[in-house]
């Protein structure tokens, strides 16, 4: 009762990696709390594998529905299996990804279910809650945080009354640490007819398509991302230059998405992706905080810009003042240089 339940996301018979980030999470705010982390995996023929993978996270409790008509999913069995679970479970957190699964199944349960729901949260944490108009004391609520008006301000959001208190979160924004190669959680196979009525699969998936992405901006350990000071799609090819000398991928901020510079996959932020490489060069990016969120976690932050002051400065490890037309070339000659 009351524990905290991540929603795994399963491709096939492959646990998606935002569920593993979303556990390791789970585990941090069960062990603040002092209760059970509990996971759901819902698909076909997952039975045997995928039980392992998720219960290293450090998962109490792992509820396995598995039916043929669970992949691919479909909309109302999964709302299904989490409203009438959480019906009986009764937990106090529910975390999903903010993916296009999440973003159709998160809204469902949380209305079926009338409590909350924060959507592409950046970072979770567990706090205290006075409300000045009743006068009630709330003790250990989720804070759910995420950039709100345009990414004026970073809001934090509570749900003092209505349980479960649910968030999704983008791939990226938490790192996936596993708790154990083999560690000692409860397997439970639950009967999917008990959860799901079968008028539930009025739809079938005829045909699926998966498109690879071009890029790799979530596992590149270097990042070149220009911002609308790069000026042009000719200024991007630069940085592709600099970025295929040091085996690293291109990245941009929304401005320069918006002024067609570059193509929209490649859009790093809170409306993007969230990266974490080890080096993370900017070149000509203001640093609004909607591209910040999404790159906050990188280990070297480089920034070239002409404003001394642009807000990216403030994050930097390394500052450059200067354009990116004129800093960019020398950067490449002296890596050509200097390069074993």
């Not at 790192?175 to 799901?196: F, H, Q, S, T, W």
């Amino acid at each position: 009762m009351n524990n905290v339940f991540v929603y795994c996301e399963i491709d096939g018979t492959t646990v998606e990696e935002v569920s593993f980030e979303l556990l390791t999470k789970g585990r941090k705010l069960a062990n603040q709390l002092g209760v059970q982390l509990e996971a759901i995996a819902a698909g076909s023929g997952i039975t045997g594998k995928v039980e392992k993978d998720i219960l290293s996270y450090g998962v109490d409790k792992l509820h396995v529905f598995d039916a043929p008509g669970l992949f691919p999913y479909t909309s109302k069995p999964h709302t299904s299996i989490l409203v009438n679970l959480f019906k009986e479970e009764k937990p106090q957190i529910c975390l999903m990804g903010a993916t296009v699964i999440g973003r159709d199944l998160g809204p469902r349960v949380s209305s079926s279910l009338t409590s909350g729901l924060t959507a592409d949260c950046t970072a979770l944490e567990i706090g205290d809650y006075d409300d000045k108009k009743t006068g009630k004391h709330y003790e250990n609520l989720l804070y759910q945080i995420r950039p709100a008006f345009g990414g004026n301000i970073v809001a934090t959001i509570v749900n003092p009354d209505h349980r479960p208190q649910m968030a999704t979160v983008r791939s990226g924004v938490m790192k996936a640490e596993k708790v154990a190669e083999y560690y000692n959680g409860e397997i439970v196979y639950e009967d999917v007819a008990k959860y799901v009525p079968e008028t539930d699969y009025v739809v079938k998936v005829i045909e699926r398509h998966v498109e690879k992405a071009k890029n790799n901006l979530k596992g590149a350990p270097i990042i070149v991302a220009g911002g609308y000071g790069v000026g042009s799609k000719e200024g991007f090819d630069l940085l592709r230059k600099l970025a295929e000398e040091l085996h690293g991928e291109v990245g941009a901020s929304r401005a320069a998405v918006d002024a067609g510079f570059c193509e929209h996959d490649l859009q790093i932020g809170q409306t993007g992706v969230t990266v974490r490489p080890k080096v993370y060069i900017a070149c000509g990016i203001s640093g609004a905080i909607q591209h910040v969120a999404g790159m906050k976690e990188s280990g070297i932050v480089i920034s070239i810009n002409t404003d001394p002051e642009a807000p990216i400065n403030q994050i930097a490890d390394y500052v450059i003042t200067g354009a990116v037309e004129e800093v960019v070339p020398k950067m490449i000659k002296y890596y050509k240089e200097n390069s074993k």
